[in-house]
């Protein structure tokens, strides 16, 4: 019998069943006996199954912020030849990205960048009518930060240059 449809429409059951172990596992433990052979090993294969399943959501988080990531990526414009952004998503491990205010010292101009932290490098855009255009990327290692605590800016300074980045709370931040 022939089937339509993606490949990913038939991997919702097996993936729905397995966050529904837990609650059967946790169900079957309120119903044992404590003084019964099975609530150990019980005990044990709900542990398991919780630590698989937080697995398999980190996970799918991790791909969901690769794909979000990678979308992002093809959409900045003006890369020098140097950084291969695409590559870079692939193969550096992606902290944070998002929209971030620049803004100059004496906060008299603040304008909107894209930033993209990664494990080694810092890297942001302007955004433009299509997509964004490459501004700017330092090695983590090359920045000065400043933290100014209690505030919800940082201040970065690199290549003569000291930027402000000003996030929606001290929390975001």
Known sequence: RRVHGPLESFLVKPVQRCCKYPL??????????????????????????????????????????????????????????????????????????????KTARDGSKREERLFMLFDTVLLWAKAKRKGYEYKKHALLIDLELDNRAGSDEVLLAFGGSVYALVFESVDEK
């Open 24 to 101: 059967l596992v946790r169900e079957i433990l309120r119903n044992t006996a404590e003084d019964s052979p099975d609530c150990a090993p019980l005990e044990r294969a709900f542990e398991a199954i919780s630590v698989a399943l937080d697995t398999v959501n980190e996970k799918k988080r991790d791909q969901e912020a690769l794909d979000e990531a990678l979308t992002l990526a093809a959409s900045v414009n003006g890369m020098p030849e140097e950084l291969d952004l695409a590559t870079l998503v692939r193969d550096k491990r992606l902290l944070r990205f998002g929209p971030i205010l």
